[in-house]
């Protein structure tokens, strides 16, 4: 049903032009409305698109060893040590490295890194040989290694940087009972070692003396417990003879007068091994119940 049938025609079509003038002004009003808000919108959207494209966000840590731990196992690189210290030449490169490092601390004493370091010798290594090398120089003992830094450096044998370090390690363990120190470590520790060496020499604070083995000794001259011996007690001293008396016999001449004696001094004999003696075997002869006639020689 139909409200207002029974208006004229002229009536309803007041009625209807009205409600439409009233309908369209109603939807100007509310497109205008919404084209401002949309205008507003689109321009915020366009700032804030201008300034996150200035000023890139960074990717936070955490995500980082995420993504890298997704990261397939074929991307990530995996040294093969086991085949390189197979390699013959792994010892050369080892020693190679120890010896550079030990000539750059006598003029340097500032780290390394790796890469220097090959760059130095010369070497040409893949990255599997690289990871060995760089891995055993961290576990060799006469090489220090900076974890902070990832950088390595010569290891001396004492903490001596000057004639005076030289001097006070030398004084401690003469006081110390623990004998002296080789030359050898000590030419690897300090600056111009042969200068400061016979420097040491020359004021009388130094000794040096030969082992066994040929290797010189430094140690600490106490020249407190010195004393000068006459020329006469040194001629009476060497003019006694002890050849024809053993040891044995001046032991017992030490324990008479009341003079306790070391043991274990003298000389340990040499013993000699008897030679196992040798066993004859019962070796059965064959075909003895032949007669020595029916044997013929051939020739």
């Known amino acids: 049903k139909m409200i207002g049938l029974d208006l004229g025609s002229s009536g309803i079509n007041a009625e209807y032009g009205s409600f439409k003038t009233i309908n369209t002004n109603y939807f100007i009003q509310t497109n205008l409305s919404m084209n401002s808000n949309l205008l507003q919108q689109h321009a915020a959207f366009k700032k804030q698109a201008q300034s996150s494209s200035t000023k890139p966000t960074k990717p936070s840590a955490t995500k980082q060893t995420a993504a890298r731990a997704n990261e397939p196992a074929k991307k990530r690189f995996k040294p093969d040590t086991k085949s390189v210290s197979n390699n013959p030449n792994t010892f050369k490169w080892l020693k190679l490295c120890v010896d550079r490092l030990r000539k750059r601390y006598q003029k340097e004493r500032k780290p390394v890194s790796i890469d220097d370091l090959i760059k130095m010798i010369g070497l040409d290594l893949d990255p599997h040989e690289k990871a060995w090398l760089f891995g055993a120089?961290?576990?060799?003992?006469?090489?220090?290694?900076?974890?902070?830094?990832?950088?390595?450096?010569?290891?001396?044998?004492?903490?001596?940087?000057?004639?005076?370090?030289?001097?006070?390690?030398?004084?401690?363990?003469?006081?110390?009972?623990?004998?002296?120190?080789?030359?050898?470590?000590?030419?690897?520790?300090?600056?111009?070692?042969?200068?400061?060496?016979?420097?040491?020499?020359?004021?009388?604070?130094?000794?040096?003396?030969?082992?066994?083995?040929?290797?010189?000794?430094?140690?600490?001259?106490?020249?407190?417990?010195?004393?000068?011996?006459?020329?006469?007690?040194?001629?009476?001293?060497?003019?006694?003879?002890?050849?024809?008396?053993?040891?044995?016999?001046?032991?017992?001449?030490?324990?008479?007068?009341?003079?306790?004696?070391?043991?274990?001094?003298?000389?340990?004999?040499?013993?000699?091994?008897?030679?196992?003696?040798?066993?004859?075997?019962?070796?059965?002869?064959l075909n003895s119940h032949l007669d020595s006639k029916m044997l013929k020689e051939f020739d």
């Open 137 to 285: 120089l961290k576990e060799n003992p006469k090489v220090n290694f900076d974890r902070d830094k990832e950088k390595l450096n010569f290891k001396p044998a004492y903490p001596i940087h000057n004639k005076s370090d030289l001097l006070g390690i030398l004084r401690e363990h003469y006081d110390n009972g623990m004998g002296g120190l080789l030359e050898a470590d000590v030419k690897e520790c300090i600056l111009k070692p042969d200068e400061v060496i016979q420097e040491l020499k020359d004021e009388g604070m130094v000794k040096t003396l030969l082992r066994s083995d040929k290797q010189s000794v430094l140690f600490y001259r106490d020249t407190s417990v010195e004393c000068s011996i006459q020329d006469e007690f040194k001629e009476q001293w060497n003019s006694i003879s002890v050849k024809e008396i053993s040891e044995q016999d001046i032991e017992n001449y030490l324990k008479r007068v009341g003079i306790a004696t070391m043991e274990g001094y003298g000389l340990k004999k040499a013993t000699t091994k008897k030679k196992p003696t040798k066993r004859k075997r019962n070796v059965k002869m």
